[in-house]
């Protein structure tokens, strides 16, 4: 038994930011975090019992996924608790490139070791979380914030965070229906073209760079790419004429946000009011139900509360 598992009724709670993967070119590899958040509240119990509320019910048991990354934690420090209370409060939609499984695996995985006493390290839940999501790029901004690149080789992860630019503003188009994560994968190629590769590495680079360094008249024309959209643009309703109106109301550049089908649109900050008012009259009239968030990036990540 760890020495750090502390008594009984102990409860924690943990909050975790929904990312934005890709930002365009930077495919599998760049994420963002934004104030837009999953909350996560943890007790254990002496009940005997496991109690999930929050989620539907088909949520409920031992299939769940903030429970399942809670097992990985409780197994690595050898601690299996008598009964266990979770809660989620859920504002990240499901299945929309949001980073909604992300947050549920970084929320189970710090929210067991809080209640353990914390005797894993970032780093090792870092490299658990990419484990179970498969890549970095939602795990890592959904853990530690801000504008990240990240990369992931045989069971180790290195990650580089940076500050977004203050005179930016982003716009997240929430459609109206899910776009499951495997839908989208199956829709790209299994090889790419040389120059295509090219293409997007330079791309990549200078949206990065654009994004951390203040740079509109770049990000202008980074945010192109070659790798994934074309092949999952067909998959998204009415995706042509939503990046069409959004540039027409001043978008710098309009991505999928992960693999769909949120889009996420960056405007000059001095443009907020002006591409909201007019993106929404847009929506208003074309898709009726899809959502426009207005939001700012978070560059704190995962906070952890006890209570």
């Known amino acids: 038994m760890n020495k750090n598992i502390p008594s009984e009724e102990r409860s924690v709670m943990v909050r975790v930011p929904g990312t934005s993967a890709n930002i365009g070119p930077g495919f599998d590899a760049f994420g963002m975090a934004f ?47 008598r009964g266990l209370y979770l809660y989620t409060k859920t504002d990240v939609p499901v299945s929309r490139g949001l980073g909604s499984s992300a947050t549920c695996i970084v929320g189970g995985l710090v929210g067991a070791n809080a209640l353990c006493g914390s005797p894993l390290n970032e780093a090792e839940l870092f490299d658990m979380a990419v484990a179970m999501e498969g890549h970095p790029d939602n795990i890592a901004p959904a853990f530690f914030g801000g504008l990240v690149c990240a990369i992931g080789e045989n069971g180790h992860n290195d990650y580089i965070k940076k500050s977004v630019a203050d005179c930016f503003a982003f716009h997240l188009i929430i459609p109206d229906f899910e776009l499951p994560t495997k839908e989208a994968r199956a829709a790209l190629p299994d090889q790419i073209d040389r120059t295509d590769g090219v293409f997007n590495v330079a791309h990549a680079t200078m949206t990065y760079l654009a994004l951390t360094e203040g740079r509109p008249d770049v990000l202008k024309h980074s945010m192109a790419d070659k790798l994934h959209q074309p092949y999952r643009k067909h998959l998204i309703r009415s995706y042509d004429a939503v990046c069409q109106a959004a540039k027409s ?44 968030y207005d939001l700012d990036p978070d560059n704190n990540g995962t906070t952890v509360i006890f209570k």
């Open 35 to 81: 104030n837009l958040y999953n909350t996560f509240t943890f007790q254990a119990k002496n009940d005997g019992k496991l109690t999930i509320r929050g989620v539907p019910r088909k949520y409920q048991g031992k299939s769940n996924l903030v429970y399942k990354a809670m097992q990985k934690v409780f197994k690595q420090v050898h601690y299996s608790p």
């Open 249 to 292: 109301y001043g978008a710098l550049g309009v991505c999928i946000s992960g693999a769909g089908p949120t889009l996420l649109a960056i405007t000059p900050k001095s443009n907020l009011s002006a591409f909201s008012e007019h993106m929404r009259r847009f929506l208003a009239r074309r898709e009726p139900h899809w959502q426009l």
